[in-house]
């Protein structure tokens, strides 16, 4: 009959419909998949490139810190030198 033909072509595109859209939503979780992994490899690469950054910053306070000390030392030993030598001075006047 005329209703069961047209049933039959009804549930037919439904089906065609329910494929389509299962393979709509499968490529759909695969481009999020995609972009979750492109988004994690920004992220962690961001991440070493801080630990990097974070590494050089360290050694060069470091280096700074030691290159003050130096010169802070210098100049203490210079300071106790010229004492020891207006001593050796003053003494030889006497």
């Not at 499968?26 to 492109?38: G, N, V």
């Not at 490139?49 to 003050?68: F, H, P």
């Given at each position: 009959?005329?209703?069961?033909?047209?049933?039959?072509?009804?549930?037919l595109q439904k089906e065609l419909l329910s494929k389509?859209?299962?393979?709509?939503?499968?490529?759909?979780?695969?481009?999020?998949?995609?972009?979750?992994?492109?988004?994690?490899w920004v992220w962690r690469s961001r991440c070493l490139?801080?630990?990097?950054?974070?590494?050089?910053?360290?050694?060069?306070?470091?280096?700074?810190?030691?290159?003050?000390?130096?010169?802070?030392?210098?100049?203490?030993?210079?300071?106790?030198?010229?004492?020891?030598?207006?001593?050796?001075?003053?003494?030889?006047?006497?």
């Amino acid at each position: 009959s005329c209703n069961t033909a047209a049933f039959r072509l009804w549930r037919l595109q439904k089906e065609l419909l329910s494929k389509e859209e299962a393979r709509l939503l499968e490529a759909r979780a695969l481009l999020e998949k995609k972009q979750l992994r492109h988004i994690f490899w920004v992220w962690r690469s961001r991440c070493l490139e801080m630990e990097r950054i974070l590494a050089l910053k360290t050694r060069i306070q470091r280096n700074l810190v030691s290159r003050c000390f130096s010169a802070w030392k210098e100049t203490v030993e210079q300071k106790a030198l010229y004492r020891c030598n207006v001593f050796r001075l003053r003494a030889v006047s006497l």
